[in-house]
Each structure stands twice: as structure tokens, then as C-alpha cells.
């Protein structure tokens, strides 16, 4: 069997070194020099780089709008179809995480508040190269609009050709976003944090990539705001006698396609259920199209985990924190509860991840790495910034003062205390 | 006059240089190694960086039982009072910000939510030195605490007697936090990371400190969450006719007093108000107790602008983004909709800086140097995570599953199809 069964006890001793962000100094000096080659040399160096990376020599930097027009005509309508439902439910869902400002009157003459405001400019990075995800596009893109993003732009990798995939183009337009950048890897996230001469340098940059682009993020954090720093995929599937070990095969092989280092994780008390869902991997491995990577992914980073019972499978859940969790188990919605730190959470042997990738409407930015222990899913959230109000009246700022004065000077600081005394003083000299 | 007046055209030239986060890549090398050296060697390696860095042998790296009791004998009932009244306020203002979980039947068979957890372990580095941070303790406590942490420990440097700040002990103690940590800069931030045999890794990490403290939060920034990368603090007020320059000069120095890198800027339309403000600012100054810090920030970071009329100063105010922004304005409040990108907006001529700091409820962790372009305040949605609740029934699941293949077959992912159709083959092989 390719796919490990281990004890619960194993599992812990492997997780023992487990480490969330590896880190990854060979890759530092090539992505520092290529963030440092966009800041000195713009638009030129950004071409340079892509000649380099992608081989391509890209003369105009942004998608044309014949570019859109051609890609439209290259769509299928099934696609465009599908793809405005999935909108529908990506903006239904998101639409209930929109934040109001609001403002409390605690006291007589105190105003407080909390003012929400979008953020002004946002860049979605959308991998390219062999394949295309316009996914990405809606997953990012809708929150952000919903948050009221006034500028939004897309950079993703030109292909050998330098096209961008048409689906993305189309994507794209049907959100109204018509700046698209052909710019890839570590480049594109130092256009978008620091601006050249053809890209509009953006406050916030958002969306999946290699090891590149998550390490350049990281070293642009601080300059500009980031998404998260996403590691490779993760699911992590509970089941019982309930679920059909095929439809778990099947959502495990879903994520072991997407990379080598893909982790699929399936926890059961029982040791049957273990060896047969093992089984439908094998057996369905033989006829799978991205096989050699799901071969390797199963093989380095599939565990069955066999537990004692229901409880040790959630603490062992909860260790994983993982980015995808499917109950396949008897009334798993009661058992919800129980689930401290994962991604994204479906329910019941009729909700495998892929629905949730596409097309249910909650985000599928999930955090990776056991990060959900203390990130969440990209949301309206992710595109707002809020602002503290506070006013004080004068007579509520009289009543207050010998506390903050006293606070203030706790601290040494005494000109904060002096900014509250001066106003005191020039009450009481009337 | 130590206080600059330009015009809103010098301030646009001078800003053009502006970055919000500087390379500091001097304190790389240092910071790494003390890193390095506290994931090696742990709390050995803590007590060695403690000696060399803060002068003192710290034999037990945590506050015992007495030293709690102790403080609480050293500090004042004034100060006990005042924290007092400022923990209500501040969990007053945090309590508005609790987010309940959420789910949605949308469809008959389709259940979306959002699970809302706290963060099970968060750490706070306070600072310590020559001054001693209460407000610290609190400001980051409370909303830890309202967010439901279960762990909340506390890292501040020890004093040269080994000691640490009685207010500190008094605060953390009256918020129930008994775990104290004397340990101080980078070597704080490496082992509330990644653990020590004394000290318990956490998954978030709190708090302001110095840029030692800063930079280690940069690296591990991805294996454990932070608050935010803070630079040194600013202000920003915008004054009309109606603001007591009196007022105006001593919000200034409030700010200035901070460090010589603390930024003051005052924007007015009036070049006689501009005057009268440089002039007090000089007149306070020469009795002013932290005069040497003050007067080294006003003269490399104090700006008054000048500006043609208040929307000219609304646009230099978003350029920007203060981490503390007055306005004392002719009807301030009717202003608050032109400000985009501000940390906290104090409205009015009774509404200076320190009460913020201190008092009134709103965080005074705050985002600096411009990042309230794309930073929050620290809140209690800083202490929760979110996981993304998904439910299909199985009609709900056939009715979708052409779309969703649809989509994952235009990425390339057949994998994610089949387990889609695997479920309806099963369906109707019934």
C-alpha cells in the first residue's frame, strides 16, 4: 500500500518535528535580488526577469483590451455559465461578512467608535503557466469589491507565448477588473509593493503562488499589507462507518493532484475502515490522470491515522489544524464544536472539498500549515481597515483628567500628562 | 523656530522619498542569531543573551508568587484606581467588537457558515527599561481576553536588579495574568515562538517594542502570528481658528516626548495660526521635562503645513495615514467621512492624544509610519480566528455537480471532478 497506515501515537512522534514555515534561505538571495532589480530598474527589469523566468519576451506589460475581446470568443458557454453561478454563491456568502461602522454614545458627551473603511488598492496574484485558475480571480476579487476596493488588479505569469489564459481574462472582465498585468513570480510581488512605471503600486496584495511568490510576499510584509503565506495544500478527512471509503479515496486523491507536498490525512477508530480506504486509493490511483503527482504526494505525505475513538480523532485534528476538514462521520454537525483550528470545515459525506473550491460560496484562500491555528479563511475582512473615533467633551475630559494624568506619569510621560493638565488649567483661569 | 512650516507643495516633495518600512538589514545578522541561538539553546540561551544584553543574571526567567505580592504593596491607590477605571472603559469599547459565529440556510439542503474561535495562546511582549508599560498590559490583555484566549502570558525585559516594573505585575495581575516572562528583545519574541523548557510557545505574539523587537516579529512573522510591525510613533492635527494653539503645541509635544524619531505634523490653512503654534511649541519646550528627545524629534520629524484650504488638508492627512490624527476643526465631526486612512481620529479640542493612550477605551496599539493605509487598531477580531462551515445534502450536491466539474476541469484537476462524480456515478448505479 502506498498510503501509510499509522497509530496515533506514530502520528504524534512525526508530528514532534513538524514545523509550520520552513525556512528557506537558498531561495532569499535570488528573490531578494529579483525584489531588488524591480525597485532600481522598473518596467525594464521587470521584462528582463520575465525573459529569464518565463521565457518570454512580454513588450506590453498589461492585457489589452483586444486581448479580452479575443479570449471571450475562446470560452465555452458551459464555462461562463458555471462560473456565474459560482459567483452568485461566492458573493452571497460574502455579502454576510460586509462590517458596518458604528458609534456608541457611552456617556454624556463621550462619542466612541469604530469607523470601517475599504482598502484603496489591491493586487490578486493568479498563478499561471501550465495551468489556469479562474477560481482565483472570483475568490479574491468579490470580497474585495464587497469591502468597496476601488482599484483592483490582477499580475499573473505570461505563458510561452505570452497569452494569459482566456479564462482568467474572462473571469476577470465579468468583475469588471481590466488591469492585468503579464508579470510572474517573485517580480510580479515586487511591482505590485513598490510600483514601476506601467504597475500601480497597491496597499495590499492577495492570492496563491510557488515558493517564490510566498517568499517575496514575506519579505514585502511590513511595506505592504499580505494575504498570508501560503505552504502547500492540506485535507484532512474523519470518517466512521458512514462514509464510503470511495468517496474518501476519492477527496483525498482531489488533493494529492494539486502538488508532491500535498498533505492528505484520513483519521478513523477503525482499523478496517483504514485498510479499505487504502485500498480504493490504490485502486483508483491506477486510472488517475495527474497520477505520478498524486503517487508522490500519497506516498510522502498520506497518513490513515487509526485512533481509540471519536475524541482522540478531533485532538488529533486540532494538532493538524488543517486547511480542509471533512466529516464523514454519524451527525458530524453535532460534533462541530469539538473543532478548534481548521480552514474550512465540511459537513457530511456530500460536501468533498471541491465543492467548496469552486462553487459553495465560502473562501478556498484557506490558511495552510497548520497556520489555522491562527488564520483565517480571505474574506471581506482581509480588504478593510477600521479607524478608532473618540470624543470627549469637556467637561468629560475635566472628569477624566487626574486618571489619565495619572496614568501618564506612571509611565514617565510627562507631556501626555501636560496635554491634559494645559486644558485643565485654562478651564479653571477663566 | 525648531518647528518647520512648509507648504503642502514641500511637504509632496518630501514625501515622494517616503518609505513605510526601511530595510534595516544591519540588524538582520544579530537578530537571526539571537534567534538561532534560543531555538538551540533555549532557556540557557536566554539567561546568556540576558546578561549580555540587559546586564543582569536572571536565574528564575519567571515572576514568582512573591514578587507579585510585593508590587502590589509598592504601588500607589491613585494608580490602582485610574487602571481601574481605564480597564472598564477599554473593555467597554472591546466588548462592541465580539463576533458571534454565523450559518445561513440559503437553499432547502445547503448549510454555509463561519465558526468564530479564539486563539487558544497568545504572548505580549511589553516593554520595560528606563519606563515601565501598564497600559501596555492592558491594552493588549483585554481584548485577548474578550476574545476568549485561554493562555495569555507576558514577556518584558528585567530591570538591572532583575526586577520588573511593579505596575506591570499590578496590571497583569488584576487581568488574572500570572505568567511573566523576564526576558526582553529579540530573545522574547524567539521563545514565545518557538518555546523553551520554560517559556510555552504561543500562536499569536503581541505588543510593541524596539526595532530589535520589531525585526523578530518580521521573522517570525508566518510560524506564529503578530499584531503588526510598529515603527515609531506619529501625529497628525489638523487646527483651524477654532483650535487653542496652547493645545495644539502641547498634543504635539505629547507625541514628540515619545523618541526622537516620533513624527509631529500640524496641518492649517492659516499661516498666522501656523505661527502662533511654532511659537508655543518653542515656549512649552523650554520647560518641558523630556526636553531633549522632544526637541530632537520636533526638529527632524515636526512639520506645520500649510494648505490652501481644509480639503487640501484632508488629502495631505490620507497621504499620510497617521497613526494619530486630531481634528480641531470648525464642526469636526461632520469631517470625519473625508479621512481614509487615520488609526484613530480624536474629534475636538478636549479630545488630545493621551486620552487615547490611556483612557477612553479605543486600543492605543495602533498601526505607524503609514500602514493605516492597510492596518486595523489591535482588536478583539485580532484574537479570533474564523473557520468556513460548508453543508450540501445530496440533492443539493447532484444539482451543483456538473458546474463544479465544469470549473475544476478548466483548471486541469480531474482529480477534483471525480470526486464530484464518483458521488453521482454511485448515485445512479443505485
Redesign the interface.
Same mark, same amino acid.
Given at each position: 500500500m502506498e498510503l501509510k497506515i499509522i497509530s496515533a501515537e506514530q502520528f504524534r512522534l512525526e508530528r514532534a518535528t513538524f514545523?509550520?514555515?520552513a525556512d528557506e534561505p537558498h531561495f532569499d538571495k535570488s528573490v531578494l535580488e529579483i525584489i531588488d532589480t524591480v525597485r532600481k530598474e522598473g518596467d525594464s527589469g521587470i521584462r528582463q526577469l520575465t525573459q529569464q523566468f518565463d521565457g518570454v519576451d512580454v513588450a506590453e506589460l498589461t492585457v489589452t483590451m483586444e486581448e479580452f475581446a479575443v479570449a471571450s470568443q475562446q470560452v465555452e458557454q458551459?464555462?461562463v455559465?458555471?462560473?456565474r453561478?459560482?459567483e452568485e454563491n461566492i458573493t452571497?456568502?460574502h455579502r454576510?461578512?460586509v462590517e458596518q461602522s458604528?458609534f456608541?454614545e457611552?456617556q454624556p458627551g463621550?462619542?466612541?467608535g469604530?469607523?470601517v473603511?475599504p482598502?484603496?488598492k489591491v493586487g490578486i496574484y493568479v498563478p499561471g503557466g501550465?495551468?489556469?485558475?479562474?477560481?482565483t480571480v472570483l475568490m479574491n476579487a468579490i470580497p474585495a469589491k464587497l469591502a468597496g476596493v476601488k482599484s483592483i488588479s490582477i499580475s499573473t505569469p505570461p505563458g510561452p507565448d505570452g497569452s494569459v489564459s482566456p479564462?482568467v481574462l474572462v473571469a476577470a472582465s465579468m468583475l469588471g477588473i481590466n488591469r492585468i498585468y503579464k508579470i510572474g513570480g517573485a517580480q510580479a510581488i515586487a511591482a505590485l509593493a513598490y510600483g514601476t512605471e506601467t504597475v500601480e503600486k497597491v496597499?495590499?496584495i492577495v492570492g496563491p503562488g510557488n515558493a517564490y511568490v510566498a517568499r517575496a510576499k514575506?519579505w514585502v510584509?511590513?511595506?505592504?499589507?499580505i494575504d498570508m503565506?501560503a505552504g502547500p495544500s492540506e485535507i484532512c478527512i474523519v470518517a466512521d462507518e458512514t462514509a464510503?471509503p470511495?468517496?474518501v479515496a476519492?477527496?483525498l486523491?482531489?488533493q494529492?493532484?494539486?502538488d508532491e507536498e500535498a498533505s492528505t490525512y484520513c483519521i478513523t477508530a477503525s482499523p478496517t475502515i483504514a485498510k479499505n480506504i487504502a485500498f480504493e486509493v490504490q485502486h483508483?490511483l491506477k486510472e488517475?490522470?495527474?497520477k505520478d503527482i498524486?503517487q508522490a504526494s500519497i506516498r510522502n505525505k498520506g497518513r490513515i491515522i487509526v485512533v481509540k475513538n471519536e475524541q482522540e480523532a478531533f485532538e488529533i485534528v486540532n494538532m493538524i489544524a488543517p486547511e480542509h476538514l471533512q466529516l464523514m462521520i454519524n451527525n458530524?454537525?453535532d460534533k462541530?464544536m469539538n473543532?478548534?483550528?481548521?480552514?474550512?470545515?465540511? *459537513?457530511?459525506? /456530500? !460536501?468533498?472539498?471541491? =465543492?467548496?473550491?469552486?462553487?459553495?460560496?465560502?473562501?478556498h484562500t484557506?490558511?495552510t500549515n497548520g497556520?489555522?491555528?491562527?488564520?483565517?479563511?480571505l474574506?471581506v475582512?482581509d480588504f478593510v481597515?477600521?479607524?478608532? *473615533?473618540?470624543? /470627549? !467633551?469637556?467637561k468629560? =475630559?475635566m472628569d477624566?483628567s487626574?486618571?489619565?494624568a495619572?496614568?501618564?506619569e506612571?509611565?514617565?510621560?510627562?507631556?501626555?500628562?501636560?496635554?491634559?493638565r494645559?486644558?485643565k488649567e485654562?478651564e479653571y483661569a477663566k
Open positions: 514545523h509550520t514555515n458551459d464555462f455559465k458555471a462560473i453561478q459560482a452571497a456568502f454576510c461578512q458604528w456608541t457611552s463621550i462619542v466612541l469604530q469607523k473603511t482598502i484603496e501550465k495551468a489556469s485558475y479562474p477560481s479564462y496597499d495590499k514575506k510584509y511590513g511595506d505592504v499589507a503565506i464510503n470511495k468517496f476519492a477527496d486523491l482531489s494529492a493532484e494539486h483508483q488517475f490522470e495527474r498524486a458530524p454537525t462541530v473543532i478548534h483550528h481548521a480552514g474550512a470545515i465540511f *459537513i457530511g459525506n /456530500y !460536501s468533498p472539498e471541491p =465543492l467548496g473550491d469552486y462553487f459553495a460560496g465560502p473562501n484557506l490558511p497556520t489555522a491555528r491562527f488564520s483565517s479563511p474574506g475582512y481597515k477600521r479607524s478608532s *473615533i473618540i470624543h /470627549y !467633551s469637556k468629560a =475630559l477624566a487626574e486618571s489619565i495619572c496614568l501618564a506612571t509611565e514617565g510621560l510627562h507631556g501626555h500628562a501636560n496635554s491634559i494645559i486644558r485654562n
